[in-house]
Structure formats: structure tokens, C-alpha cells
């Protein structure tokens, strides 16, 4: 049998797309049917009124030992990475469309030398 090959992982879960049926991408993310699933439930938690105390919906940051912590940092990090990724991937785009330097800034709320030290690669 051929060895899978992921393309991608649930920037939620971080289950690879071997893992999962169904991985649907959007800019920077992706989700898997799991926790379109999960999502759902939580929707509808909301939508019946269930208070969110006692819903998925209402755990923060806070409410996690330290030890959850350590182990979603990894997978936290890497979906950081690939949307950092991504987002230079477009403005690489941008570049060859001939935009320039101060709309890509102003369209991410920064100035020309913070999208340039971030963005341009020949710097």
C-alpha cells in the first residue's frame, strides 16, 4: 500500500488529512468535517440557550491547566506558521500584480517598512 501523503491538517484539531474525511481550506485555514461537526453542536448549544459556562463555547484561555496548554502550543505554532505562510504567498501575489508597497500596508493596517520587513523577501 502507497504511503499516505497529507496535504494539509485541521487548523483546529490539527488531525492530518489522511486522519479525517473531509478537509475543507479557506484562506490560511483549514477544518476538518470533525470539527465543522463539533462547531455545529456548539452552534446549537448557543442557539437553545444553554449557558455558555456549560457549552464548549465558554472555555477561554483560562480555563485550561497548564499542562493542555503545553500540548496544543506545538500544534498552535505550526497553524501560526502556515497562515504566515499563506498570507506572504498572497502578498507575493500582490507583488507580481503589480501592487504596491503602501496599499498592501494600509490593507493590513501597518506601515510601508513593517509590510516590507515582514513581506519582502528582497530585503
Known sequence: ?????????????????SAV????AGPGVY???ECVALSATII?????GTPAGESAAGRSHRDYPADEILKL???VAANA???EADLAGWINRLRTHGVDWPV????????????????DSDT
Open 1 to 17: 500500500m502507497p504511503p499516505t501523503t497529507d496535504i494539509a491538517s485541521c487548523s483546529f484539531c490539527t488531525k492530518p488529512s
Open 44 to 48: 446549537a448549544d448557543v442557539n437553545a
Open 81 to 83: 506558521a502556515r497562515v
Open 104 to 119: 498592501i500596508a494600509d490593507t493590513l493596517g501597518t506601515d510601508i517598512a513593517t509590510a516590507r520587513r515582514r513581506f
Open 73 to 75: 502550543l506545538p500544534a
Open 31 to 33: 477544518i476538518c468535517n
Open 21 to 24: 474525511q473531509r478537509l475543507v
